[in-house]
């Protein structure tokens, strides 16, 4: 019966619901799982001969279930199909790809559900395809396997050290060479990282189709107060243009923060203990003026510097963000407060001592302009020397708009929090012995 409705998935919504209120409760059972009556065109594969079908999108698309349902559409229409599941990590692949809210287990049917024998990796569909699970950390664990299909998830995220995101691709194209047409879905929030970029520039070439969409496509289907939340606290951030509109962000002529060197910076938070951890502010001139940069970093036994956390504020009056610099300090036991003096002078130390008598300031003053002091942090960066702990979406903004040569590009009228940044990474690895230099890390 539900087959014989193909038809539908290309009507409006309103002549779906009064299809799906004319059908019987065992009927109604079925159609949860006829993806092509249940997904948005812009979920199903598109037509024509391509070997690569990118989407493109936000967080919350639907993109994890658009894979998913691929996968459980090229098993079932082919006994002999084996197809690579590859994600960042096992973990991820298995947590996101097949046992996930949206994944391959969760929308296969009761009655035709494939095995996951979790101990080889492996997804088996009961016609007798099979689906198998790799990490992209092991690019060398693509070497050898053959396959038919592959649908890889987040490919934004793969690891970028020692090439191993690009090695993981090349190694599954070697690969992919069962059947008579090979095909790979890419599922991913666009992120501007090598791999994703070297897909986009074969679109024009007809053999990478790519879907592009933002959250709010699939606005039916999530949480109000979701949607409310993003809306609220990513409003105006280009962050807000790459994870929720799906937009791929490309880099300012002639930036000091390239998006790849900031991608390539992140890492989860180390629960080792850090030698050093420092507040920085750069306290802004009014209370209604610009924000008040507030950003916590340590470095560690391993001489890497961390950022920790973002705290800026704005429009905050000198007694509010003194006193979220003086919280700042205790949560993460900081062992110094470097504090520009520029604007203010002691009254910034003043205010300070007024929300903790006992901070450890250190009061410091620039000489040269918010870019030109950033030019030797930058290098910290490019020589893959610090870190970020966390997603820094107002930050790393202001990372990406400040140029060589002295100007900044915005987003606003300064880069506060960068210059924050700033601060404390010098005082943690470009202390007054060392020069501002990379060789004398």
């Known amino acids: 019966m539900i087959g014989a409705l193909d038809w539908l998935a290309f009507e409006e919504d309103s002549v779906r619901q009064r299809v799906v209120n004319s059908l019987d409760q065992e009927e109604r059972n079925e159609w949860q799982y006829h993806w092509k009556l249940q997904a948005r065109q812009a979920q199903l594969a598109p037509r024509?001969?391509?070997?690569?079908?990118?989407?493109?999108?936000?967080?919350?698309?639907?993109?994890?279930?658009?894979?998913?349902?691929?996968?459980?559409?090229?098993?079932?229409?082919?006994?002999?199909?084996?197809?690579a599941l590859i994600s960042s990590s096992l973990t991820e692949a298995r947590s996101v790809m097949v046992e996930g809210e949206s994944g391959i287990l969760a929308c296969s049917p009761p009655e035709c559900k494939p095995a996951f024998e979790a101990s080889l990796r492996r997804v088996r569909f009961p016609n007798g395809a099979q689906a198998q699970l790799f990490s992209a950390a092991e690019p060398e664990s693509l070497r050898g396997p053959q396959f038919s299909h592959a649908w890889?998830?987040?490919?934004?995220?793969?690891?970028?050290?020692?090439?191993?995101?690009?090695?993981?691709?090349?190694?599954?194209?070697?690969?992919l060479r069962l059947g008579h047409d090979p095909r790979i879905a890419v599922t991913t929030t666009p992120r501007a990282v090598p791999l994703v970029q070297r897909l986009l520039d074969n679109e024009k070439s007809g053999s990478v189709v790519v879907t592009r969409g933002s959250t709010y496509d699939n606005a039916a289907n999530l949480p109000k107060r979701f949607l409310d939340a993003i809306s609220s606290d990513f409003s105006g951030t280009q962050l807000?243009?790459?994870?929720?509109?799906?937009?791929?962000?490309?880099?300012?002529?002639?930036?000091?923060?390239?998006?790849?060197?900031?991608?390539?910076?992140?890492?989860?938070?180390?629960?080792?203990?850090?030698?050093?951890?420092?507040?920085?502010?750069?306290?802004?001139?009014?209370?209604?003026?610009?924000?008040?940069?507030?950003?916590?970093?340590?470095?560690?036994?391993?001489?890497?510097?961390?950022?920790?956390?973002?705290?800026?504020?704005?429009?905050?009056?000198?007694?509010?963000?003194?006193?979220?610099?003086?919280?700042?300090?205790?949560?993460?036991?900081?062992?110094?407060?470097?504090?520009?003096?520029n604007q203010g002078g002691a009254m910034v130390e003043n205010v300070l001592r007024a929300a903790n008598a006992s901070l450890p300031i250190k009061l410091v003053r620039a000489s040269r302009g918010k870019v030109a002091r950033a030019e030797p942090v930058a290098a910290l960066y490019e020589a893959g020397r610090v870190r970020h702990c966390g997603s820094f979406p107002k930050l790393e903004d202001q990372m990406c708009g400040m140029l060589i040569g002295g100007q900044y590009a915005g987003p606003g009228r300064s880069p506060d929090r960068a210059d924050a940044l700033v601060w404390a990474l010098t005082e943690l690895m470009l202390g007054p012995i060392a020069k501002p230099s990379v060789r004398s890390i």
């Open 48 to 83: 024509g001969n391509w070997r690569t079908w990118l989407i493109l999108a936000g967080r919350g698309f639907g993109k994890t279930r658009a894979g998913a349902e691929w996968v459980r559409t090229i098993a079932e229409e082919n006994c002999e199909a084996r197809i």
């Open 240 to 341: 807000a243009r790459q994870e929720i509109a799906g937009e791929m962000l490309t880099d300012l002529e002639g930036t000091l923060w390239p998006r790849t060197t900031l991608e390539r910076a992140r890492a989860e938070r180390s629960s080792e203990p850090m030698r050093r951890v420092v507040v920085a502010v750069d306290p802004p001139i009014s209370s209604t003026g610009d924000e008040c940069g507030i950003i916590v970093a340590a470095i560690g036994e391993d001489g890497f510097a961390n950022v920790l956390a973002d705290c800026s504020l704005a429009k905050a009056k000198p007694g509010e963000w003194a006193k979220v610099v003086a919280i700042a300090a205790e949560h993460w036991k900081a062992d110094r407060v470097v504090a520009e003096s």
């Open 152 to 175: 890889c998830d987040e490919t934004g995220k793969w690891p970028l050290s020692h090439d191993r995101a690009t090695r993981a691709w090349d190694n599954l194209l070697m690969g």
